[in-house]
T-cell receptor
Framework: EAGVAQSPRYKIIEKRQSVAFWCNPI?????LYWYQQILGQGPKLLIQ????????DSQLPKDRFSAERLKGVDSTLKIQPAKLEDSAVYLC??????????????FGSGTRLTVV | GQQVMQIPQYQHVQEGEDFTTYCNSS?????IQWYKQRPGGHPVFLIQ?????EVKKQKRLTFQFGEAKKNSSLHITATQTTDVGTYFC????????????FGTGTRLKVLA
């Protein structure tokens, strides 16, 4: 099966600019996640969708970050305005609820964001 | 909030030596997953543990879930250069939510 697709792979922006990332999960995966991974740290959950509804966005800095998953398939994550500390890799992951407990997340290759 | 810590943070081993990373949660977990992230890559799912005291093996990798479901370990026997990467545990506090908190990771370097 095709993996989780993310674009772009790399992005360099100046602080206070805006940026958007796109993710297309594995077909049929109901749950989609956005994680932020700062260099040298573990992935930090930003938002979790189930179909097109938000399950958890408690760690999303809502004053500057927004995410949507229209039609329960692909998703976009936006940052506006960006700060220097937003420099990180943004990982999208999806998982299937149907198979229950034996499958973990499938991650995309990520978008490496550098804010200068 | 829930925290998941891993030790050690870094480990350098000679090829052929064994390696162990430990994962500790501040709260009791419903289940725990392990991921491997190669340098420059993204995390790749290795395994999930659900039952108290569970032990699972994948070739040279042995995974354990503690009796109290608050800690876990990954042991690699006779490391190879292909084992290089960062190993993360990820714990879920509540069954069925599919929400996992990742640990701090252990970066493994294998010297040939």
């Amino acid at each position: 099966e095709a993996g989780v697709a993310q674009s772009p792979r790399y992005k360099i922006i100046e602080k206070r600019q805006s940026v958007a990332f796109w993710c297309n999960p594995i077909s049929g995966h109901a749950t989609l996640y956005w994680y932020q991974q700062i260099l040298g740290q573990g992935p930090k959950l930003l938002i979790q969708f189930q179909n097109n509804g938000v399950v958890d966005d408690s760690q999303l800095p809502k004053d500057r970050f927004s995410a949507e998953r229209l039609k329960g398939v692909d998703s976009t994550l936006k940052i506006q305005p960006a700060k220097l500390e937003d420099s990180a890799v943004y990982l999208c992951a999806s998982s299937s609820l149907r198979v229950g407990l034996n499958y973990g997340y499938t991650f995309g290759s990520g978008t490496r964001l550098t804010v200068v | 909030g829930q925290q998941v810590m891993q030790i050690p943070q870094y480990q350098h081993v000679q090829e052929g030596e064994d390696f162990t990373t430990y994962c500790n949660s501040s709260t009791t977990l419903s289940n725990i997953q392990w991921y491997k992230q190669r340098p420059g890559g993204h995390p790749v799912f290795l395994i999930q543990l659900v039952k108290s005291g569970e032990v699972k093996k994948q070739k040279r990798l042995t995974f354990q879930f503690g009796e109290a479901k608050k800690n876990s370990s990954l042991h690699i026997t006779a490391t190879q250069t292909t084992d290089v990467g960062t190993y993360f545990c990820a714990g879920s506090k509540t069954s069925g939510t599919y929400k996992y908190i990742f640990g701090t990771g252990t970066r493994l370097k294998v010297l040939a």
